[in-house]
């Protein structure tokens, strides 16, 4: 489980300050999987950042329980002149998993073939999504967090990662941001809108998608674009 209590975060661009948590109080419960909507800009990387721990609060507290993975998908922690393997291997021994059996995972999953032995570098940024979801999802974690990264590859590609995730699911829970309406109704038991500091959080998924679509419409019509 995960909670905040009173979060609070503010950025400030070119002079402009940016409110991404206004005082956010949330539970996000174990076993079930949480959407996290918004518009683009509106903090949902930082968001789930300050759940990772690896963003702090301007003020507030994120409480949690159990182990959290890092933003699943993101692959900025690899090194570039490491192959993939050499990598997965590293993150084995960090997190104390038995490397031969998260390399073989991996090396199956990802699908990468003889670029699994390639460094890094070489790697297209479609590529490196799929080692990093392979990476995370490898790891037995209580609470997924995860950043639009079941979008990556081919329609083929694209379900066996939600079969994955799903599966995680059965034990485990997920905070998950997606722009994707048809993977909210698929893979998520509730919806939480970031719009302007505040989250709005649904029990129903429908209602939750209901609601995040109608801002997005608002934006647009201010911005003068048709709905």
């Known amino acids: 489980m995960i909670e905040l209590r009173n979060v609070c975060k503010t950025f400030v661009l070119k002079g402009r300050r940016q409110v991404v948590a206004d005082n956010i109080n949330a539970v996000f419960p174990d076993r079930r999987a949480v959407a996290i909507l918004g518009r683009n800009g509106a903090g949902k990387t930082s968001l789930l950042k300050m759940l990772a721990g690896t963003m702090h609060p301007d003020s507030g507290e994120v409480l949690s329980t159990g182990h959290i993975s890092w933003p699943v998908g993101f692959a900025g922690s690899f090194h570039p002149e490491l192959s993939g393997l050499q990598n997965t291997r590293f993150i084995a021994r960090v997190y104390g998993v038995d490397t031969d059996e998260l390399a073989d995972f991996v090396a199956d999953f990802a699908e990468l073939g003889q670029h699994f032995h390639l460094p890094i570098r070489s790697y297209s940024s479609g590529m490196k999504s799929r080692l990093a979801f392979g990476v995370s999802m490898g790891i037995k974690f209580d609470t997924y967090l995860v950043d639009e990264v079941t979008a990556v590859g081919d ?59 109608e801002l997005m419409a608002r934006g647009r019509e201010a911005a003068g674009r048709p709905r």
């Not at 379900?159 to 485990?172: N, V």
């Not at 905070?175 to 993977?183: A, L, N």
């Not at 302007?196 to 209901?210: K, M, N, T």
Request: hydrophobic share 40%; charged share 25%; net charge negative.
């Open 155 to 213: 329609a083929t590609f694209k379900k066996k990662s939600e079969a994955l995730f799903a599966q995680r699911m059965a034990d485990s829970s997920a905070v998950m941001v997606t722009h994707t309406m048809g993977q909210v109704r698929r893979l998520c038991n509730y919806v939480g809108v970031l719009h302007e500091g505040r989250l709005h959080f649904y029990e129903d998924v429908e209602e939750g998608i209901a609601f995040h679509e």
